[in-house]
């Protein structure tokens, strides 16, 4: 009785084993680490600080990224505006309350490598911006990409933002998170990592000859941390924090 026993119960643990590796495959886990395991000394350093695997940017299969896409195109189509704002959730939260003939185009998730693809879209449908503000690399810190591809995204970013004949092309740096969110790569990129791409940013601007702003987001901070109290969970920004980040912007806004 007992050897019945062992061994069915043997057979069930292999069972539940095979379930479970079923289960990670389909679920991508052994993709992502394959994927750190490529990616560069640098960059796999520092998202080995938090907690959780980092992920690729596929934000543009999704359908509700490629319908938000499509409702701006359609309103934007072969329009002239004074500025046009670019970059993901954190920007996406203001809204389009920066004033007349400016376009907040920024969606959630979005990082460099759907950036090109947004760009690419708006600059077929014929949109015109007089300036152009790119606030991205958050979510890029946050995703597996190699430093060299990060730099190569954004300089493709600015040559397609030129294709919009904007006669000044700004670049906001990264936005940190709080440092508990920042252990945790699912939420946040590490600050180590923040801070890597804010070098490569200004390794961009610096080649393309545009603008990057580094201490404009300062009043958010405490060091290199996003304040508690400016923020929703450690990343997005609170009533309090959006209208802070709003004033900076106001502030680079052309007029007609």
């Keep these: 009785m007992n050897r019945w026993f062992t061994k069915h119960t043997l057979y069930l643990n292999m069972a539940l084993l095979a379930?479970?590796?079923?289960?990670?495959?389909?679920g991508g886990v052994f993709d992502h680490w394959q994927a750190a395991l490529h990616l560069p000394e640098n960059t796999r350093s520092s998202a080995a600080l938090a907690g959780g695997q980092p992920k690729?940017?596929?934000?543009?299969?999704?359908?509700?990224?490629?319908?938000e896409v499509?409702?701006?195109?359609?309103?934007?189509?072969?329009?002239?505006?004074n500025n046009c704002v670019f970059g993901d959730s954190i920007t996406s939260g203001l809204g389009n309350t920066l004033g007349d003939r400016t376009f907040n185009f920024a969606l959630s998730g979005m990082s460099s490598v759907s950036l090109l693809e947004q760009l690419r879209r708006e600059g077929k449908a014929g949109l015109r911006?007089?300036?152009v503000i790119i606030a991205m690399g958050t979510n890029d810190a946050e995703y597996l990409i190699s430093n060299e591809q990060f730099v190569s995204n954004m300089r493709q970013a600015i040559a397609l933002s030129r294709q919009l004949q904007p006669t000044h092309i700004i670049l906001l740096p990264a936005f940190y998170s709080t440092f508990a969110a920042s252990q945790n790569i699912?939420?946040?990129?590490?600050?180590a990592r923040v801070n890597e791409i804010n070098g490569l940013l200004q390794q961009v601007a610096l080649g393309e000859q545009v603008v990057l702003l580094n201490g404009r987001l300062k009043p958010l901070y405490q060091g290199q941390a996003l304040r508690d109290d400016v923020t929703t969970d450690g990343v997005h920004l609170n009533a309090k924090g959006r209208i802070i980040y709003r004033n900076v912007l106001l502030q680079l806004l052309r007029p007609a």
């Design 70 to 81: 499509q409702y701006r195109l359609n309103l934007t189509r072969n329009q002239q505006y």
């Design 129 to 131: 911006c007089h300036q």
């Design 186 to 191: 699912d939420m946040a990129g590490p600050i």
């Design 19 to 26: 379930t479970l590796l079923t289960i990670a495959f389909q």
């Design 56 to 67: 690729q940017d596929s934000v543009t299969l999704i359908p509700w990224w490629q319908d």
